[in-house]
């Protein structure tokens, strides 16, 4: 994915139905974001201010498993519009820790939660079964972990610039 | 015709949410929502699962803030074991709780909040975040960075990762703390100690710039809650509870956490995952209180170490009332800071930090119990009950980020109100709509979860407010 000599490399991040951790795992990259955002640009993430999926995106990192319409909706779109996704972290690869809902159904859940009163308005509906983002669109590369951590996110970063496929083996693996 | 502005999704919180605002045929405000998008059901997945599991499995609740729930969690199995987990094992759990204090408080002070604060809340929307700042003000997002980092190393060197680590387990820790790992930690705070106070004086040079944002931030007259110790100093991991009003008369005070289904009760809204608790004892309105940074600052008496407390001082000394207003929780956040690289060193340097007795070993011996800490949004509470096997036969979570839910919505309106004149709305008022929000440092993965089989009273209110279901367990 070598971007054109004045352009940087476009990165969105997106967080489905998850915890922020493999978020929090991408920020604790630390100061080698400051080497990033020179090659990249982030132009679509919960931690800047666009509120549109941008038209075209080289690369995009999935946290979360996809459990309600919005994250339906959002997934389609984003795949449409992204070259490159990655499903980064257990939650995006297998559906992990939102998925235990699925043997209850998500009525069950919310009658648990909140009585009779579920919310309706406004909020998103909760779908069915809780669902791994290559069960709903094709996925490019998958990064396991709980969270993948840093190193690994770093390395898987830089080989995809370099246009290599990361081979992630021997670094990181589920549940880690 | 009257017309409904929504902004979606929220930008630099952590987690999912809307915002809506109703205007009126004249374009004037008539009300105001914050809504969360994301409910995931923890507190029904757990039933039959090994209690043993609870303190991972929690952890997953935030990514932002697990150490808050292992802790909690912990305590809670603690209390199945029946045991007094020793003294060291106390200890360690207060270093890891203060340390990811320090992180997810740089977390929101400079890569959520400071592009408001350095760039200006009506800043070019694309440069508005870390990586603009990064481009213009080179130090202060560095110091951020290095910062939230300190915190994070800490983590990690205690608990072996710095997301999920599985270090804190029922009984106490699963391992000692080692001399080489306390050096590099002594070696660490006083550069996190440093960061913090340019950050201080850089912030209080800027406040003056915030006038308005200090009026309309969620100012109003409300309780505050937090644990606090034994002198009435901060508290993140034991203590009581102690509640005040916004000029600072206490309301109840000694509070035993284990009894918080005598004064917590909860309501739910139709158009929101996240449920509003309020103080029982005052109804659904007198009874909004707020918890966090700011609250915990307000409800003390004093922090208990002398820089922090220096800080206290002159922040209550220059805005004496205003101090309530909800903006002053970023000052709030940088203080405690402050105190948690006070507090970390005087805990690291005890001798007995070195001790190999960390974890009490035991069955379940109880059926029911209840872990209370602080997290860096508040007041967390775990809830749980089990079989005679040890298995999970229900689960309560109360979350910091939901008692704060009344006030944020308030504060929503409030900003509306004030910055939202007529019909013509521009991206600075919307992203200060967003910024009373940021203020409050909203956890939502963490904070759409709920009672449970719990003997809890429920509320459920109409739009004009009466009361159309109501049940008690």
Redesign the interface.
Known sequence: MSAHPMSKVSVATVWLDGCSGCHMSFLDMDERLIELVSSIEIVYSPIVDTKQFPERVDLTLVEGSVSSEDDLEKIKLIREHTRVLVALGDCAVTGNVPSMRNPFGPEKVLRHVYLRHAPSEIVPRLLPKVLPVHQVVAVDAFLPGCPPPADVIYFALTELLAGRVPDLSSSTRFGK | MSQRVT???V??????A?I?VQLDEAGRVEDA?F???????F???CEGRPFTEMPS?MA?????C?VSHLVASSKACDALLAVRIPPTAVALRRIINLAQVMQSHA?SFF??SAPDLLLGMDAD??R????GM?AEHPELA?DG??L??IG?QIIEMLGG????PAWVVPGGVSEPLTEEKRERMLAMLPEARDITLRALAWFKGVLSRYEQEIASFANFPSLFMALVNDANELEHYDGSWRIVTSDGSVVAERLDPLRYQTFIEEQ??????L?SPYYKPLGRQEGMYRVGPLARLLVSERCGTPEADSEREEFFATYGEARTSSFFYHYARLIEILYASERMQMLLRDPDILSPRVRAHAEPNQLEGIGVAEAPRGTLIHHYTIDEHGLIRSANLIIATGHNNLAMNRGVLQVAQHFIKDAHITDGML?RLEAVIRAFDPCL?CS?????EMPLH?Q?FDAGGAVV?E?VR
């Open positions: 902004i979606d999704p930008t630099r919180i952590e987690g999912h809307r809506t929502h809504h969360v998008t994301q409910v995931r059901g507190e029904k997945f499995l997953r609740i935030c990514g932002i697990p977390l890569y959520l929307p694309a508005r975040n870390i990586f990064l560095r960075i290095r939230r980092s994070q990762k710095r997301i999920h739910v809204e139709n158009w929101t995952y449920k992203n993965s759409t979860h709920a009672l449970g429920l459920v279901d049940r």
